[in-house]
């Protein structure tokens, strides 16, 4: 068994995420593993979550379970890591759309470079380099500050608020959901832009995933609280907490990410393989998987 006690305290999380990981977490953890030992490959696990859902806390522990408890060589990254450098997202802002500019929907990440870890890794590569984006400076780490993975891996814990989503129909796309799409993207060339990367070129990476995880919000409406609290926790732990976001740009940021984050959340559910049905309070209330 891990060592529950000291992952809360590493991670600053509340006691009672010991009975999360007992109840809900273990037994697919113990199902994963179980696959892993099936498979002629490593099983890449994907996890989706809302921002603030605590996907990424997640990830962490099916780390330290598969590592400590069976004994597998794991290996964990988020698609935030491949964003664009501030650099490349800057001149995509000037080429298609000046909100491209900002992280984090389709078409602001380094495909080419995922798919070659992804493929790298997979391939049972003896060693792996996997990028770190610093979210303090909204930029890529340079590459001294890299990730190197050691030897061949058993499982990919692979993670990111948009892992899965579908694209939507022309018609869908005409209604603006909130004031940045109503007053910064009024010819619509932002919202096509992103759904034609969800349409045409994401679907290569999303089917590298074996098996899915979904961590569900109950809506959209939760998703502000959720990512101030994540920005908090970030504020404490580095050295610069000025250079993050305050309220007002997080309410404006989180915006960027609505549209896909309710398709996702209508649309997604469906298709994965584990769904965590969590409340406001980020209690999971129900999970579905396979008998």
Known sequence: MINAARFIALNRLPHKYAKHIQKWFAPVARHLALSQQKAT????????????????????????????????????????????TRLERSKLADDIHPLLATRGVPGTHDLALLKQVLADLISGAVSTTIPVFNKAKDDRYPADKWNLTKGA????VFEGWCLGAAPQTEHELLRPLNRLEAEEDLDLRWRRYVNHQLQEIYPEIFNFVDTWLMLKAPSFDCVFKWRLE???KLRESIPEPSKLMSDHEIKRFIQHYQRITEHTLETLPAKVDYLFELDTQREIVNLSCPT
């Open 153 to 156: 891996v058993d499982i990919i």
């Open 41 to 84: 490959s490593p099983l890449v696990v994907g996890i989706n979550g809302s921002q603030g859902s605590g996907k990424s806390t997640l990830a962490r522990l099916l780390v330290q379970v598969f590592t400590e408890e069976y004994q597998l060589n794991t290996v964990h990254f988020s698609i935030d890591d491949f964003y664009l």
């Open 230 to 232: 994540q920005e908090n």
